[in-house]
């Protein structure tokens, strides 16, 4: 039975979270209260209540935690304790933002923060600001707030993300553009391709390597004998559509999708958005191309009645039909660019299972 949305639980960000620690940790330091909840006040407006886990007093500081929830829509992140410790400073009218044990550091341009700096995004940090503020008041105009944002479990949880790769070294992102967590929402992973591009055009390189997973990547790796940098192999999961868009709109020059036969047809039938759930391949698709191929009524029958793109591989490599795989490869690279466009320069690598380039359009990429 399909999953109504509208019926799904919503979360909130690592954002939201360290907002709402930071909240909750001045109304202590400065109130004398210790609060189970607090409002915080979301970037687009409207308000979400978050529960404080605990409050620690220590000399002239206060630390308050709060249980990051992704709600039915769980990431690396969920369950995760977002800590805030706040204390005075006589750095007056100001508010300093930093992260502690579990916030990683930005080690590489293009992710819109200084190198050096926490991982702390720009609504983040202006939502901990703003919480900070409807406690603070004017007491800003005699003294600074010193704000730092921990995730004790962050280094460990960080490997299960993309920050390795990004150059954030030490911990998880603090995160969110909304402050809330919309259950099987794209957003997140959409703008992880926009982040990992960024990245990647920073560092200088002209050739990004799109795959649709660990297993292709590590074979484009092998491909290129490892001399791809890091920076440059970008997961984009099943949002090829949305990935090779965004390559265009950052004028990336030389774009490589590799991923095997499964997905690739899909790319070939004209499908943007390839989860398995969303679309199914067609297997007539897969015969007409086999007919380009002169492949004999017996061959075609068989893979008309085969089970997976995978079982019409076997077929394939079992009659030795020549050329199949390179034009399912062709196939995908003219539903993903036009004929006539000359600014991004596409090639498609299809591997078998073990390994091996068995198609690819126009050519195998040629190694940086």
């Known amino acids: 039975m399909k999953v109504n949305s509208s019926s799904l639980r919503k979360g909130y960000t690592t954002g939201t979270s360290a907002a709402a620690a930071t909240k909750a940790a001045l109304i202590r330091l400065l109130l004398g ?3 189970n909840c607090v409002e915080v006040t979301l970037p687009r407006g409207g308000k979400i209540v978050i529960q404080i886990e605990n409050t620690q007093v220590g000399n002239g500081y206060v630390t308050c935690a709060v249980t990051k ?7 690396a992140t969920h369950g995760a304790q977002i800590l805030s410790t706040v204390s005075l400073n006589n750095n007056v009218g100001t508010i300093r933002i930093d992260g502690g044990k579990g916030v990683g550091r930005v080690t590489k341009p293009g992710l819109g923060l200084p190198i050096g700096a926490a991982a702390i995004n720009p609504v983040p940090s202006l939502m901990i ?3 900070a503020m409807e406690i603070v008041g004017g007491l800003i105009e005699t003294k600074g707030i010193t704000v730092i944002i921990s995730v004790p479990m962050g280094e460990t949880i960080a490997q299960k993300t993309d920050n390795p790769r990004l150059g954030i070294l030490g911990g998880i992102s603090i995160l969110g553009t909304t402050g809330i967590v919309i259950p099987y929402s794209t957003a997140s992973f959409a703008a992880s391709i926009r982040q990992s591009l960024d990245v990647a055009i920073a560092m200088g390189v002209d050739t990004v390597a799109l795959t649709t997973g660990g ?7 092998k491909l290129y004998d490892n001399n791809l940098p890091e920076h440059s192999l970008i997961q984009m999961g099943d949002f090829v559509g949305y990935a090779v868009k965004q390559c265009r709109i950052k004028k990336v020059q030389n774009v490589v999708i590799a991923g095997f036969i499964g997905k690739l047809t899909k790319i070939a039938m004209g499908v943007k958005q390839t989860h398995v759930k969303g679309s199914h ?5 897969m015969a007409n191309l086999a007919s380009d191929c002169a492949c004999s009524t017996d061959i075609l029958a068989k893979i008309l009645k085969a089970n997976t793109a995978r079982h019409v591989q076997e077929i394939i490599n079992e009659h030795k039909v020549s050329g199949y795989f390179d034009m399912i490869c062709k196939s995908a690279h003219a539903s993903l660019i036009k004929d006539d466009e000359r600014s991004l320069n596409l090639q ?7 390994g091996k380039v068995c198609g690819c359009y126009p050519n195998i990429p040629k190694q940086p």
Not at 281 to 285: L, N, P, R
Not at 348 to 354: L, Q
């Open 33 to 35: 209260e210790e609060v």
């Open 348 to 354: 498609i690598v299809m591997f078998d299972f073990d």
């Open 281 to 285: 391949v067609d297997m007539e698709f």
């Open 69 to 75: 929830d992704g709600g039915d829509d769980p990431d």
């Open 129 to 131: 600001k703003t919480a």
């Open 215 to 221: 297993r292709s990547e590590e074979f484009v790796k």
